[in-house]
Every structure is written in C-alpha cells, then in structure tokens.
C-alpha cells in the first residue's frame, strides 16, 4: 500500500463526496437488511396461522400485505441508494483516472528526449492508460466494495447473532473459505489476463508496423510470409485466451458451491434446532438463508478486492517511477530573458550521455543577428546536434554555450524556445489540416498570416491544387503529402512563427533546387535581423550564407565564406566540385 499512498492527496481533494457514498452505503444496507426480516416475519405468522396459535384469517392476510408493502418499499428504496452509492465512488474514481492521466501527460511533456530514447512509447502509453486504469478499480470498486461488505458485514452478522447466534455461527463458517478461494482464483486469473494482454500488444504492434509499412510488403510479395507469422501470434493468443477461459469459468461454479453448503448449512442446523425448540420462529430459517446469499456476494468480493488492489499497487509503482523522474533540462530562471539571438559556442565539446558518442570537440563560432550560418559536413558529424543544443534540447558544460553573452543555462527555457523556430530533419506533421499544422507555429494566426508563411515556403500553390485547400488533412485518414511537400509545410510553421532564431535541419533535402533557391532568397527577406543557422549536405543551401562552417567528426575543420572556402584545397571545394558536376550531367 506504499505506492498507492500517492493516491491520497486524491482521496482528499474528493473527501465529501466521499463521506456521502460512505453514508448513502449504509442507509442503502440497513434497508438491505428489511428485507428478510419481512420475508421471515410473514413466514412465521403464516405458521403460525396454519399451528393454530393464530385464527384470525383477516389479521394474517392484513399483515401479509403490510409485510409486502414494507418489503417492497425497502426494496425500491434500498436499489435507490445502491444507485446512488456508485453515482458518488464511481463518479470519484473516473474523477481520479482523469486527474491522474493529465497529470501523467503533463509530466511526461516536461521529460526531455534522453527520457524517451530511454523508455519504449509502448510502455509511456501502457502506464498512462492500463495503468491508470487499474489504479481507478482500487479507488472506484475495490473501495465501494470493501465499504459496502464492511457495512453489510457489521449490519447483518450484529442481527444475525442477536436472533440466533449458533445458527449464525453455522452459516457464516464457510464464508472465509470462499473468501480465500476466491482471492487465489483472482491472483491466477490477473496472472493470465496479463498474459494475454502481453499477447495482444504483441499483435496490435505487428498488425500496425504490417499496415504502415504494407507498401513494402507488397513491394517483396511477402505477404504469405507476413499472414504465417500473424497466424503464430494469433495461435499464441487464442491458447492463452482459453487458458484465461478455463480459471474464469471456475469463479461462478465455486462461488455457487460454496453458498450451496451455508444454504445447506443453515437448513439443516435451523430445521434441528428449530425442531428442538431452541429457535423460536420457523421464518428465521428463510430469513437467514436470504442473509446467507446476501452475504456471500461481498464475501467472494475481499478475495476479488485483494488481488485488484495488489494489481493496483504494482502499477501505481510504475506510475510513481516515472513521476519521479526529473526532467533533465530544468528551467533555472523565473526572470523574463527577451532573446536577440547572439549565439556563441566557445571551445564547447559535447558527449551524449546515454550513448558516450562525442557527437563535438571543442567547436567555436559565433553567429549575431541579421547574420546566416551555413553548416555543412559528413553524415554524423555532429551537425544536428549543434541545433539541438541551441534550442536546449540537451544541456552543456556551464559558459560553453552563449546566448545573447549569457550562458544558455541562464536564461528563460520557455523565452529561449519562444524565440526558435526549428525546422527538424524528420518533417513530423499532425492528423490535422495543413492550416492548424502550419498555425502550431503561431496559435492565433490569421488565414492571411497562413498563406503568407505557405508562400514564402513555397508550398501554397500545392495547397492551392488540393480540392480542400488549406483545409486538406493530413494524416493517416488524409491525404499524404510528398516528403518535399511535408518539409515546406514544416518551414512554413517556423516562419508564422516570426522568432529570432531559425534553425533548420537539412529540411530542403527533398525539394528541388528551383524551389530551393526560392524558398532561400524569401527566407533572406524575412530572416533580415534575425539569426539563421542552415544545416545542410547541399552547397545551393550553404553558399549565400555569411559564414559558412563544415564539421568533421564533430570537430570543425574549415570555415569562411562560400567564396573563400571553394578558393582553397578542402572538403568545401571538392563537395561542390561533386555537385556541380551532378548538376550538369
Ligand atoms: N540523441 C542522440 N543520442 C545519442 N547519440 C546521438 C544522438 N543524436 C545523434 N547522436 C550521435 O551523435 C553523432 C552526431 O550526430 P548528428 O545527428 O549531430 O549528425 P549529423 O551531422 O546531423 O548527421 P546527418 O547529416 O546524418 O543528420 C552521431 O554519431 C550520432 O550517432
């Protein structure tokens, strides 16, 4: 119960709702308990009709329809209540998933991208969900059941050993045995449910990665070979579901059995001594049995209660590990930082943590506002990182990294990152339209700011060729675009943005270099004073820069301007003597 003690600040924050369902419980109980008492009664009086003791036939049948009308009333309002009562836990519990869940989702936004290199999506989604779900079971039913038992327990066992205490004694024997039973049946079919869960993930995750890559399957005709492996995870599934099958279809019957020898129980000892005159009225025999039966339910509930809360415990470990998880990047500063883009890396060498790749080494440059750099170099040799660590997406050693002459560390993260527009190398658009994708950049934007963002990306006239425009979406029921098409779109969210710093990632790699040299003459217009870093594997890119600087294995090993770079023997030169030579065959 240590992890789920997270779970209080909940039970506090809900604390009246929760007394009423506590109270509405025992007033929905003790009308429970009119029931049988009525039944027993009219049986009584009904046998005592038929001894003799009673004669006036008109008494009984008044009686009679008074006990039905008692019986009836409770009922009626005994269900009323019971209603109620899962109107207030239940209600509570989803109130509780939903806090939690936000509360989950918010953590995780703050974790930096170490935390999700380090974790599986699969398993971020699984504790916010599945996890969450089975901790709501233990504040939502395990609670109202172990209340509603409690109650029941008090209520019924008091009255029942103040009518016939032997006869009790006899009938709630058996009740612990199905208590326990039912706790193991529970364990064993928690333990089976997750492994059919485990199974079903396995085939969810291999049904989804055929359907996204089904272009490649087609591609290689391997279809046969994709159906076999789906029909073994399938095969694997349906065993461990009849397994599952097998242990839940035992919880009625033992349930069943078990209520059969208390009924039994209190038929045989209340007949004797009922017999032998040591219990007064014949209908208390009846009314135990209906108390038998009605305690039996909440009985087999502890078993079931136990496992669910222990199944609650185990993810609410798993929640809390992750909640504990510092964000790795911290916000230092509460003082607004306004940002003008005088970036400054100063013999920085950075190592990732998780891997130890030294993706740079001891690299220097400066770049001020109104100015462009232009990053060139090899695969891997440390280009995106440089963009990364500008926008603190990881963080350097202290004063190595400089912004505006402060150490990056020192300013506003949220002003740092207002004041980027990054453009990754993976152009990720969302299942939206092509205009909330491009306004992602700037909440607010007018259609007109949208369209101006798309043409200075050079992307509107193929919005324009949808038949939906700019309302097109996009996404798995949309349509696709082009991987040319996608960069632009994600150009345009970083120019509606208007920030001081734009950063972009080899995003021009899959657009033609007509376009490529229009999208860059209306990107020297628009970034006039603001602080442009380009990375790119492209010359045509480069080659307007200011500066213009190319890494190899994370170090830099020429710099300059276009003009001096291709004047002098070097990576530069012989990059662009390949590609002018592709251009011209
Ligand atoms: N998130 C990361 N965690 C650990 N290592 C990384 C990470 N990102 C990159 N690396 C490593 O750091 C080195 C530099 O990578 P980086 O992505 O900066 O290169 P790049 O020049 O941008 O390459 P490309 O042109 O292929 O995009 C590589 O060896 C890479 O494997």
Redesign the pocket.
Known sequence: MKELGYLNKYFVKYKWRLLLGVIITIIATVFKLVVPMKVGDSITEVKQYLNGTITDLEAVKHSLLINILLLLGAALLSGLFTFMMRQTFIVVSRYVEYDLKNEVFKHYEKLS?GFY?QNRTGDLMNRISEDVSKVRMYVGPALMYSITTVTLFIVVVTYMFYKAPILTLYAIAPLPILSIAIYKLSVLINHRTTIVQQYLSKLTTFTQESFSGIAVIKAYGIEPRTNENFEDLAEGSKNKNIDLAKVQALFFPLMMLLIGVSNILVIYIGGTRYINGQIAEFGTIVEFLIYVNMLTWPVAVVGWVTSMVQQAEASQKRINEFLSVEPAIQNLTEERTPICGNIEFNNLTFT?P??G?T?LNNVSFSVKPGETLAIV??????????L?LIGRLYDVGDGMLKIDGNSIKNLNLNDLRDSMGYVP?DAFLFSDSIKNNIRFGKENASDDEVREAAKNAAVHTNIEGFSKGYDTVLGERGITLSGGQKQRVSIARAIIKNPQILLF??CLSAVDTETEEEILQNLQKISANKTTII?S?RISSAKNADKIIV?ED?KIIQQGTHAALVAKEGYYKELYAKQLLEKEI
């Open positions: 991208l290199k990732y998780d891997t790749i993706a170099g090899n695969t891997g040799s440390g280009k995106s990182t440089i990364e190398q990632d080899d990375v594997h890494l994370g």
